[in-house]
């Protein structure tokens, strides 16, 4: 599963983390601006927005998990398995599930025109390729406006404000949402007493103001705890810290290996954590391997070009050591 966070510190910083049990392979991706991208049922798009994200590119076309445009908009996709379900293709504007990122981001520069045009689509279920099945999806779309976050189901495409700036999997967004409700006495402030007013009750230790607070690998569990952190995360607002502060958000709900097992021998976990500045173009990731954040920047001469800039996860672990053993 995945948790997906947008976090406003003077600028918006977007990011998620990336929960399965195999990977595909995914690598960092910039699509330039004049890139011809596909559409399934629609035209070649010869001229858009740059976009950077992390991406599974399959006979040279990039399946985004996630990213931003040079504009300013960000997406991730996180499986939404039991309850996503998507339209047959039919009149008017029709999006694949899997060219959703892509297409959005080429075509919207900021979350008012990307509301406007997703009311106008219709997203369907038409699969990338025999042996690569439409994934159940929802989506957190979000820029320096707000946040949303948009479902298909057995009513239809919806879109729902999404104030907490945080998407994990199932249940549908509105029940995530109003299940928040059950928490609303957690602070980061040391509870006052109101048990019993003649009762002396001694706090034990610091963070007692959290008691209470999800500390399991469920979608719900995750969903109220990124929640809580993101509300009450304080950091510099500038972009290194900000990223560092958005990477501990998201620490928050990581899954190590082997506390989630989802066959005999399988077992899920957080392969990567991707986070994006917009402002500056830049992608930022860890993975499970490597701890060292990494980054990737969209530069001008990146964004002009016609064809994919293709970057390989570092995923052997990087280790400054301010004495060398053979120092010691």
């Known amino acids: 599963m995945c948790t997906a966070v947008a976090y406003q510190n003077g600028a918006l910083y977007f990011g ?56 300013g908009l960000c997406i991730a996709g996180l499986n939404f398995p ?3 379900v998507y339209a047959a293709p039919g009149a008017g504007q029709n999006i694949a599930a899997f ?13 008012a025109q990307a509301k406007a045009q997703l009311a106008a689509c219709r997203l369907v279920g038409t699969p990338f390729s ?48 109003r299940a928040l409700s059950a928490y609303r006495g957690l602070s980061p ?22 008691v209470g607070l999800p500390g399991d690998l469920s979608s719900q569990g995750r969903f109220i705890r990124a929640a809580f952190v993101r509300a009450n995360s304080l950091a510099p607002q500038e972009e290194t810290a900000s990223i560092g502060q958005l990477f501990h958000i998201l620490d928050a709900v990581t899954q190590p290996r082997g506390c989630c097992q989802v066959a005999p021998g399988a077992w899920e976990y957080t392969q990567y954590t991707g986070c994006c500045s917009p402002a500056t173009g830049t992608y930022y990731y860890t993975t499970y391997e490597n701890r060292q954040i990494t980054a990737v920047t969209m530069n001008e001469a990146t964004r002009k070009g016609t064809t994919l800039r293709i970057f390989p996860l570092e995923k052997h672990q990087k280790i400054a050591r301010a004495i060398q053993p053979d120092e010691q």
């Not at 959703?100 to 979350?111: R, S, V």
Request: hydrophobic letters at 35%.
């Open 16 to 71: 998620r983390n990336l929960d399965y049990e195999v990977t595909y392979g995914e690598q960092v991706t910039i699509l330039p601006r004049h890139f011809p991208l596909h559409l399934r049922c629609g035209p070649v798009l010869r001229q858009h927005y740059a976009m950077i994200g992390m991406a599974h590119v399959r006979d040279g076309y990039p399946l985004y998990y996630d990213g931003c445009n040079e504009m």
């Open 82 to 84: 039991k309850s996503a």
């Open 99 to 111: 060219e959703l990122i892509p297409w959005l981001l080429a075509t919207a520069k900021d979350l």
């Open 130 to 177: 025999p042996d690569l099945p439409t994934a159940q999806l929802h989506w957190m779309i979000a820029d320096e406006t707000g946040c949303i976050a948009l479902e298909s189901g057995p009513a239809g495409l919806q879109i729902y404000e999404n104030p907490t700036g945080v998407l994990t999997n199932e249940p549908p967004f509105p029940m995530q949402l």
């Open 189 to 210: 402030r040391q509870p006052e007493s109101t048990f019993a007013p003649d009762l002396p009750l001694p706090l034990d230790s610091r963070g007692m103001g959290t």
